[in-house]
């Protein structure tokens, strides 16, 4: 097994409140994404929370690929996005793909400030 992992904390994010606030827009955007670099989304889920009156709130989302996922979760109140987006490279290598996906998401949220982390994970065993 071998893959690449992009965790980012996005802090006051410029996007449009309703990409952190709206479970719909957010999983549109999510799963759109994913499939315009090359990514193959499998499924989705994506929950609105919401506040005591019921006005929406933040959302939290996964979209299942087959080459492994992408998370997403929204603070509206600080305007604030966590990222996590994992492909594994079987197969082929799909670090620039999540590469990719992680750019197009950052340039469409538009964060202040970002704080990321890239962990390559596990190894490619030589054939015997």
């Known amino acids: 097994m071998n893959g690449l992992h992009l965790i980012a904390d ?15 827009t957010l999983e549109a955007l999510c799963v759109s994404e994913c499939a315009s670099v090359g990514l ?3 499924g989705s889920y994506f929950y609105q929370f919401t506040h005591d009156d019921g006005q929406k709130a933040g959302v939290t989302g996964t979209v299942v690929l087959a080459e492994s996922h992408l998370a997403i979760h929204t603070w509206p ?3 604030n996005v966590t990222l996590d987006i994992y492909v594994c490279n079987f197969s082929r290598d799909n670090g620039e793909l999540a590469r990719q996906l992680f750019r197009s998401l950052l340039e469409t949220l538009s964060p202040i400030e970002t704080v990321d982390h890239q962990v390559v994970r596990g190894k490619i065993l030589e054939a015997a």
């Not at 996005?10 to 719909?24: T, V």
């Open 77 to 79: 109140e600080t305007s």
């Open 10 to 24: 996005l802090y006051r994010c410029q996007c449009s409140e309703e990409l952190l606030i709206d479970r719909q």
């Open 40 to 42: 193959t989304p499998l």
